[in-house]
């Protein structure tokens, strides 16, 4: 079965950093894009950007003001999202997605892991 | 970036209706469009890819339609279980940006 599982809740302070992570399975997870989505409290959802695990080859999306960093490592099949200095905006599930394709492709997310919730709070 | 407008942001409807929700690229997209279906508390799933290809296993009274930069997810005869929230994402260009959302209300 092709997935994707995330890491766990987080609670943190203005100004801590955290990475969270997505582990993929069931595929090759070199060959596909991840993508990073967020949805903040009641709102839509907000592309952040993609990465090729293949090469780390890294896009972020223009209108998402971060900043993250999204890193990957092929080697255990992980994604990952970070940040360095949290702030209370942060607050909102992070998702990850499968792109449906590898390379130069125009393919969409088939593939979603659970969500990790992100509380950043004093 | 490309952006993507969808229409309406809610609406009402009754088991058994049809149910047409609209989607608009500020650029041409080809047929690079995807429809997912959210619920409350639960990861997006996908609908349709390519603008008009039926994901496997979702039920054949979900239908989409358009290229270019028009768009539409129809559902005919809505189910108690549709209703939730939906959204497209053009995938042509790698920002991969979605709609705002049309939540389905039961009426």
């Known amino acids: 079965e092709v997935q994707l599982v995330q890491s766990g809740a987080e609670v943190k302070k203005p100004g801590e950093s955290l990475k969270i992570s997505c582990k993929g399975s069931?595929?090759?997870?070199?060959?596909?894009?991840i993508g990073w989505v967020r949805q903040m409290p009641g709102k839509g959802l907000e592309s952040i950007g993609i990465?090729?695990?293949?090469?780390?080859?890294?896009r972020y999306s223009p209108s998402f003001q971060g900043p993250v960093t999204i890193s990957a490592d092929k080697s255990i099949s992980t994604a990952y999202l970070q940040w360095s200095s949290l702030k209370a905006s942060d607050t909102a599930i992070y998702y990850c997605?499968?792109?449906?394709?590898?390379?130069?492709?125009?393919?969409?997310?088939?593939?979603w892991g659970q969500g990790t919730m992100v509380t950043v709070s004093s | 970036d490309i952006q993507m407008t969808q229409s309406p942001s809610s609406l009402s409807a009754s088991v058994g209706d049809r149910v047409t929700i609209t989607c608009r690229a500020s650029?041409?997209?080809?047929?690079?469009l995807s429809w997912f279906q959210q619920k409350p508390g639960k990861a997006p799933n996908l609908l349709i890819y390519?603008?008009?290809s039926l994901e496997s296993g979702v039920p054949s009274r979900f239908s989409g339609s358009g290229s270019g930069t028009d768009f539409t997810l129809t559902i005919s005869n809505l189910q108690p279980e549709d209703f939730a929230t939906y959204y497209c994402?053009?995938?042509?260009?790698?920002?991969?940006?979605f709609g705002g959302g049309t939540r389905v209300e039961i009426k």
């Open positions: 990465i090729y695990p293949y090469d780390s080859d890294t």
């Open positions: 069931g595929y090759r997870f070199s060959s596909y894009w």
């Open positions: 997605a499968r792109r449906d394709c590898g390379g130069d492709c125009r393919g969409g997310f088939d593939i």
């Open positions: 994402q053009q995938s042509y260009s790698s920002s991969l940006t």
């Open positions: 650029q041409t997209i080809s047929i690079f």
């Open positions: 390519a603008a008009s």
